[in-house]
């Protein structure tokens, strides 16, 4: 069967999708609607609901599956489902959301043992007994929660698959700058979105906590890595480097970082997170593209379309 990211403007769908997200909204008419995000394992699609009464925004809450009939629209250059008809599944329809959620492409115990591996490596007694103790403080967390509620790696052990493509990166780019301190770069990778299993809600349906908004997962992060040294009576530079890894790898102010990259390592994590942040978009929306032509928009990539081309190599 056909994951609903396969569809093409104009095709008609039928089929059973899982809410990711729910938002109510007044219409310009003053009538309340739903602005639903719809997923199955390809990925999600949004939908409007019109109308929405209160009775009906209570039967269409996330992670209630939906049988759902409509057209695929494009909409200001994004996919769009137009429901044509709508109900929630129940127990005759033999659903699980089981079936309806994305995961990583790497088994949980591989990812594990890779990033192990990383820690086993390091030379740096502080960095390494900071960076193990905080990966297994929230390991099955880790291992679970998706590194973001939409953009990349939003899928079930999306946060994990994350580090590990980040830290094969950075092997490779260490690897060509040996004056890089691979310690405190691997440290900064495995440590820098730690603070998600904090700020999201969980793999399903995935939300901000109270602490993910008022706080988010860098804030969250430098006071965990703080906690951390305290707990393991580590004292020393290392402790503040570390924190600072965690406290700009978004680069800049604007961005979300409090602090620009100020140490040779900060720097190469930033740019790295963006790498693999950014390659995991487009080859998300460029797997559903036929070759020949032009993605729909990529708001996360200042809402720009990209073209697949029309041969191969």
Do not use: C
């Not at 299993?197 to 988010?216: C, F, K, M, Q, R």
């Amino acid at each position: 069967m056909r994951g609903i990211t396969h569809y093409e403007p104009g095709e008609s769908v039928e089929s059973y999708l899982l809410i990711k997200s729910a938002t109510k909204s007044i219409a310009v008419n003053g009538n309340p609607y739903l602005t639903l995000i719809l997923q199955d394992k390809s990925g999600d699609i949004e939908a409007k609901l019109w109308d929405a009464k209160e009775e009906t925004a209570k039967q269409y809450q996330p992670q209630t599956i939906v049988k759902v009939a409509g057209e695929i629209q494009n909409y200001r250059g994004r996919m769009q489902l137009k429901i044509r008809q709508i109900r929630p599944a129940g127990p005759q329809d033999g659903k699980q959301i089981s079936e309806f959620i994305e995961t990583a492409p790497l088994d949980q115990t591989e990812m594990a043992d890779t990033i192990n591996q990383f820690i086993f490596d390091m030379k740096n007694p502080n960095v390494q007994r900071i960076t193990r103790f905080l990966l297994n403080k929230y390991h099955s967390e880790f291992l679970e929660y998706p590194a973001a509620t939409k953009n990349h790696h939003e899928f079930v052990s999306g946060l994990a698959y994350h580090v590990v493509s980040m830290l094969q990166l950075a092997k490779s780019i260490a690897d060509l700058y040996p004056s890089l301190d691979r310690d405190l770069l691997y440290a900064g990778v495995i440590l820098h979105d730690l603070g998600k299993v904090i700020e999201l809600s969980g793999p399903i349906s995935t939300a901000y906590t109270v602490e993910g908004n008022l706080l988010g997962h860098i804030t969250i992060m430098v006071n965990e890595i703080g906690k951390a040294a305290e707990e393991l009576q580590i004292e020393g530079e290392e402790v503040m480097i570390l924190k600072h890894l965690v406290l700009s790898h978004h680069g800049k102010a604007e961005w979300g970082s409090p602090k620009p990259p100020m140490v040779k390592e900060a720097e190469i994590l930033h740019y790295i997170d963006n790498i693999d942040a950014k390659m995991n978009m487009l080859d998300r929306v460029l797997e559903r593209t036929k070759p020949g032509e032009f993605t729909e928009r990529v708001f996360a990539l200042d809402n720009r379309s990209f073209y697949k081309p029309n041969f191969s190599s």
